[in-house]
Structures are given as structure tokens and as C-alpha cells.
């Protein structure tokens, strides 16, 4: 079935790095993307990875993928208090044109 | 350029009313996706679409429906409102919808009362 999981609740210290987690479900996932949505708004592409990749950096953020568990994280250095959000992972198949997204994870960082 | 542009942001209905919520999408975006979005729920896909017919369908009941126009704009509705479609509706677009990024709109607070 199709389900992506992630914990409700993320608290850090600013300066600190966060840790999100993610599991997925269905293996034949080409694309996984993590995304920001703050208060009031909608949700903000952060970073993507593809299936085929183990690790992904971009500034601040690091993306790994162990495909053998279906796990999915997104690393986030020097935490600051603009951070604070609900951050979404989702999945797509090939061939496919829908997105899966998990439930989200309110992070908030603490100054 | 403009991102995507939802309307209205706010709408209050009642039980057995049906409302209609708009979408346009980024400039030479072809394909527009929906999502309800509620605190228990998280994001949950409705439909998209792609040069005006519907290429996917997510689990919701027919009253949930929605269209493209040539123009690429789209329009969902929802007839029949159900306290229980009280939600956070969201639209996404992008370019051919395959192996592409999404870009969301702010999106339309519905609350049924």
C-alpha cells in the first residue's frame, strides 16, 4: 500500500542541527522530495533526491536515503529560528503523476 | 513571474452547500494538482490535471470534482459539504507534471459549518 510516515514532533535549540525522518513504503519510488510549509502558506520545495542517490547536500540541508530500510532524512545544520515549520516528505513512482505525502513534522527550534 | 494563485483564501459554508475554489498556475505550467490538507490527515492528493483532462485520481468521493480550462487554470468543487470537508485546499502546478518540482499556492481555507 502507499503510506509515508514521518514523527509529529521535532524540538531543537537554535544552532543546533535537526533530524527528520521519513519512511516510505512503496520501493518502485523514483523521486523523493522534502517540503517546507510555514504558517499561512503553502508548501515550498526544499531539496529532492533520486532513488538512485544515497546522499544529497545543499547548504544547510543534507538528504539521505537508505533504499534497503525505505528511509528517508533531512538534516538541517545550525538550526535557526526561520526553520521553524512543518516539513513534509513525499514519494513518487515512476510513470506516475502522484505525489504521496507524509503526514508532516512541526519542527520548532528554540532560541 | 507569479507563483500559483488560489481564490478565495478564506470561504465559510454550510452543511449541504457547494462551493467552488479557483487555481491559477504559474505561467507555462500545464499541470495542476490538488490536496486537502488537515491536521489529522496531513496532505492527501485529490486529482490532477494535464492540457484539460484528469490523469490521476486520489480516494475521494464523487463529489469532489474538478476541471482544467485550455488556459490551464482549474476550478475544484465540491458539492454537498460535509462538516467533515473542512480543510486547507491546495492546489500545485507545474510544467508537464512528470518528474517535475510542484509549486504550491497558499491555498483556500474551507470551513463548513
Known amino acids: 500500500g502507499e503510506d509515508v510516515e514521518q514523527s509529529l514532533f521535532l524540538s531543537v535549540r537554535e544552532g543546533d542541527s535537526s533530524v527528520i525522518n521519513c519512511t516510505y513504503t512503496?520501493?518502485?519510488?523514483?523521486?523523493l522530495y522534502w517540503y517546507k510549509q510555514e504558517p499561512g502558506a503553502g508548501l515550498q520545495l526544499l531539496t529532492y533526491?533520486?532513488?538512485?542517490?544515497d546522499m544529497k547536500q545543499d547548504q544547510r540541508l543534507t538528504v539521505l536515503l537508505n533504499k534497503k530500510d525505505k528511509h528517508l532524512s533531512l538534516r538541517i545544520a545550525d538550526t535557526q529560528t526561520g526553520d521553524s515549520a512543518i516539513y513534509f516528505c513525499a514519494e513518487r513512482g515512476t510513470g506516475t503523476y502522484k505525489y504521496i505525502f507524509g503526514t508532516g513534522t512541526r519542527l520548532k527550534v528554540l532560541a | 513571474k507569479a507563483g500559483v494563485t488560489q481564490t478565495p483564501r478564506y470561504l465559510i459554508k454550510t452543511r449541504g452547500q457547494q462551493v467552488t475554489l479557483s487555481c491559477s498556475p504559474i505561467?507555462?505550467?500545464?499541470?495542476v494538482s490538488w490536496y486537502q490538507q488537515t491536521p489529522g490527515q496531513g496532505l492527501q492528493f485529490l486529482f490532477e490535471?494535464?492540457?484539460?483532462?484528469?490523469?490521476n485520481k486520489g480516494n475521494f468521493p464523487g463529489r469532489f470534482s474538478g476541471r482544467q480550462f485550455s488556459n490551464s487554470r482549474s476550478e475544484m468543487n465540491v458539492s454537498t459539504l460535509e462538516l467533515g470537508d473542512s480543510a486547507l485546499y491546495l492546489c500545485?502546478?507545474?510544467?508537464?507534471?512528470?518528474?517535475?518540482?510542484?509549486?504550491f499556492g497558499s491555498g483556500t481555507q474551507l470551513s463548513v459549518l
Open positions: 500545485a502546478s507545474s510544467l508537464q507534471g512528470m518528474n517535475e518540482k510542484l509549486f
Open positions: 490535471y494535464f492540457s484539460e483532462t484528469q490523469r
Open positions: 512503496d520501493s518502485s519510488s523514483t523521486y
Open positions: 533526491i533520486f532513488s538512485n542517490m
Open positions: 505561467s507555462g505550467h500545464r499541470s
